[in-house]
């Protein structure tokens, strides 16, 4: 074996002791990790139907979520059918669900709890490009108004996490606010 195919052999023993040590090191000093959490006992919500902007057109949603094998599956759907302003003819079509949660678990917006259902994840818009957003659904029994009034229904978006492209929509009697 030659000098240079031993300098060669010993620069390859140090690179995979180094390699590791750093896997070492990395396992010994840890760093933040943010993960979901799927819920243990796991639902899932359907919905669809329409809510009316203030000049009186339409938006259109539908949406399926929910949990099982331990992920998140769901597609959420809205068309606005306003034709004037910043949202005239958005259309959001989610490509990913990245969370689904009960917003009243553990009983924090009284007992029994409201059945809200909360959907986070990534779409696709006609007008902004990929946003992500979260819809809040709201059941208060059937057939859309039970005891606990109206359904509700509202969707945020945004382009990045602090932007303020965003749209919240409520199904209160019918009537659609903005904030």
Do not use: W
């Amino acid at each position: 074996m030659s000098k240079r195919e031993k300098k060669i052999g010993q620069l390859a023993i140090l690179a995979i002791m180094a390699g590791g040590l750093l896997v070492g090191l990395l396992t010994v000093r840890s760093t933040p990790v943010y993960a979901h959490v799927v819920p243990v006992t796991c639902d899932f919500t359907t919905g669809g139907g329409f809510v009316y902007n203030d000049d009186g057109s339409k938006v259109n949603f539908g949406l399926v979520a929910g949990c099982k094998n331990g992920g998140f599956f769901g597609h959420v759907n809205v068309v606005n059918h306003d034709t004037t302003g910043m949202f005239a003819g958005l259309h959001i079509s989610s490509d990913k669900i990245t969370g689904y949660l009960d917003p009243c678990r553990n009983n924090v917006c009284g007992s029994p709890p409201p059945t809200y259902r909360d959907i986070c994840g990534t779409a696709n818009t006609n007008l902004f490009g990929p946003v992500f957003f979260r819809v809040r659904t709201f059941d208060g029994g059937e057939p859309g108004s039970g005891p606990n009034g109206p359904d509700r229904f509202g969707i945020k978006i945004c382009q990045k996490q602090m932007d303020v492209v965003q749209r919240r929509v409520r199904r209160r009697i019918g009537i659609l606010t903005t904030a």
